[in-house]
């Protein structure tokens, strides 16, 4: 079920942003987020009571950095998408995977011995390698986009994936404490909703432009509660550290999804070194997530 879990919620998300860039011409990043954190928390208030699910935590800190974290990237992914070719956009998003094995091998150089001056553990040269040529990807892709001055975006887009990477590791976190996917689910909305209302204080609210434009509003906070429910889902239901590998990678599918939509609806052109370096992102982050899990299997187990 867990395979099911990320392939549908990888969708969800890839037609959300089809709504996004729709409604972006009428409402700004700030308010996109507010209006999908407050459809989100309604969503989930009502599934967390048809299953009896308290929303009370007694991990309250943890769900505010995982909020905090997770609406920082979203807002920065969001924006990416009003600016970029949605294909774009997701696979920079999607690059948790190559982050995580980033934070992995800075932390490993960072422990050094302090008698040899050696890392404690073995440098994952394959890791290493797949990392390099990960984002030699990201180089290639974003070549389209510094040529039609989307560079702000671009970079704006990368740091939504490094953000993801770290959102993902606290979902984890909450995941193996026992929080309910809807709980976690629910306060990420609320977090949604705040965040977006304070920035939107700042930035300002659009002038309503009418139902015909602002029912996109609804869609994209549906399609983001029912995409972070099924994400949460999967990982909470990958019991085994294979299962946890299988999805992990599993959210790549999300690239194709949104690749399709660039296609077939925005007519986007990405020329033949965008779609080389979205080629590069994805395997190698299919590869980095393979390594980690090798390293994680092979290091020795600490003596007490």
């Not at 208030?45 to 995982?66: I, N």
């Amino acid at each position: 079920m867990q395979v099911l879990w990320m392939v549908v919620g990888a969708f969800l998300f890839a037609t959300m942003g089809v709504c996004i860039k729709y409604a972006a011409p009428y409402f700004n990043t700030a308010e996109i987020v507010f209006y999908r954190g407050l459809i989100g928390i309604l969503v989930l208030w009502l599934l967390s009571a048809s299953q009896g699910v308290s929303l009370k935590t007694a991990h309250p800190w943890m769900h505010t950095w995982r909020s905090l974290v997770g609406v920082t990237a979203m807002g920065s992914w969001f924006y990416a998408i009003t600016q970029m070719p949605l294909a774009s956009a997701m696979t920079l998003n999607y690059m948790s995977s190559l982050w995580i094995a980033v934070f992995l091998l800075a932390g490993a150089l960072w422990s050094l011995h302090p008698r040899s001056g050696k890392p404690r553990q073995p440098l994952n040269i394959p890791l290493l390698i797949t990392i390099v040529i990960g984002f030699v990807g990201v180089v290639l892709m974003l070549q389209p986009s510094f040529a039609q001055e989307q560079t702000t975006a671009a970079l704006i887009g990368l740091g939504s994936g490094l953000l993801s990477a770290l959102a993902y590791m606290q979902v984890v976190a909450l995941s193996r404490i026992g929080e309910p996917e809807s709980r976690t689910v629910f306060f990420f909305g609320l977090g949604c909703t705040l965040a977006g209302l304070v920035a939107s204080i700042f930035t300002g609210f659009s002038q309503w432009p009418g139902w015909q434009a602002a029912w996109w509003l609804i869609p994209i906070g549906l399609l983001a509660a029912g995409g972070q429910l099924c994400m949460t889902k999967a990982y909470a239901n990958a019991k085994t550290p294979r299962g946890t590998l299988v999805v992990a990678n599993l959210q790549y599918s999300g690239i194709v999804f949104a690749g399709l939509y660039s296609l077939f609806l925005f007519q986007d052109q990405l020329g033949w070194e965008g779609w080389l370096g979205m080629a590069l992102i994805v395997i190698c982050g299919i590869a980095a997530t393979i390594f980690r899990a090798r390293g994680v299997a092979s290091a020795p187990a600490r003596k007490s």
